[in-house]
């Protein structure tokens, strides 16, 4: 059920913006490492118990690297703090293979990317594709300040190759305006794509106007929860594959019960965000608490997150 993971070396660490750095991962031996494509994640294990998931920034046809950005978080839940203050260059790390829950899409048509703060860094490969099969985009990237801002000059020069529009603001600087999303996506012909990552009420705003668009061109994706994970508990999960039974109480989400009794599941936000635990539902009512899943699958009710989501029937059996 777990995938093992890559062993990288730490080849590089560069300042790009005020508590932004990005790191630059290379297979040991210097050779091809997985493919991936634009739009990304790798999860990193830091610790036994800290695994956090982080956009590869770089080319899709580049094969001999990975290239993450990470934010330090001051406020965050300790793995933006690992990275900044304890990795240095010549580290041997572990990975994971390339996941893509925010997958750009190739066809022959425009696209228009909108990123905020460290939302740039999938969007990032995105615009490097784009630019490499020639196909037509903008992008209406937003920070706080000049100095939050991460890949400023490789954004105008992505822009000046490709003949592309970049435009960047800074919203808490003099004369700064906050990114009018509505009037972004009102000028999207139907058959343009649309792309959003950012904070929290930039994607509500997004997903709030782009209702009405033809749902296969309008692609988000979240860095964080919208709600709290379901900790109520006083239900029981019943695994169809190994025919364990456990029962979650208050206090634990099904993720911490399963790791609790020794069960190797795969993870790594534990928030709802990345997809990684994503697990099928044989029988029993999730309460979804994610924002991987779309409306439509939760309604469904096949798929649960089980990081963060619990249940609403007192027994849920799943395909673990």
């Not at 290239?67 to 041997?92: F, M, P, T, Y």
């Not at 993720?255 to 599941?265: C, H, K, Y």
């Not at 309604?299 to 059996?317: D, E, F, H, W, Y």
Request: aromatic letters at 6%; one cysteine or more; a negative charge.
């Amino acid at each position: 059920m777990v995938n093992a993971p890559l062993n990288v070396l730490l080849k590089g660490i560069t300042f790009e913006a005020e508590r932004i750095n990005t790191y630059t991962l290379q297979a040991i031996d210097g050779g091809a490492l997985p493919a991936f494509t634009a739009g990304a994640h790798i999860e990193l294990h830091l610790a036994p118990s800290l695994i956090r998931s982080y956009s590869l920034t770089n080319d899709p046809a580049e094969r001999h690297r990975y290239v993450i950005a990470v934010k330090h978080e001051v406020s965050g839940r300790g793995g933006s703090a690992h990275v900044h203050a304890r990795l240095k260059v010549g580290d041997v790390l572990q990975v994971s293979a390339p996941h893509n829950n925010f997958v750009y899409d190739e066809g022959k048509h425009a696209s228009i990317f909108i990123a905020g703060g460290i939302g740039i860094t999938p969007i990032l490969s995105m615009m490097r594709r784009a630019t490499a099969l020639g196909r037509r985009w903008s992008l209406h990237y937003t920070s706080r300040t000049r100095r939050d801002a991460a890949f400023v000059a490789e954004i105008d020069a992505l822009a000046a190759a490709s003949g592309s529009e970049a435009h960047i603001v800074f919203d808490q600087e003099a004369g700064g305006v906050a990114l009018d999303i509505a009037a972004i996506v009102a000028r999207a012909s139907d058959d343009t794509h649309v792309y959003c990552c950012g904070p929290l009420p930039m994607l509500e705003a997004f997903r709030a106007t782009t209702r009405s668009r033809p749902p296969h061109t309008v692609h988000l994706e979240y860095f964080s929860p919208v709600q709290e994970a379901a900790t109520a508990g006083g239900f029981e999960v019943r695994l169809a594959k190994s025919g364990r039974s456990v029962a979650v109480a208050p206090g634990k989400t099904i993720l911490e019960t399963l790791l609790d009794a020794g069960l190797p599941v795969s993870y790594a936000c534990g928030e709802g965000t990345c997809g990684t635990c994503e697990t099928t539902v044989i029988e029993g009512v999730p309460d979804h608490r994610d924002v991987f899943l779309t409306d439509e699958e939760h309604a469904a009710n096949r798929q649960i997150m089980i990081c963060c989501s619990g249940a609403k029937t007192p027994l849920l059996v799943l395909d673990l």
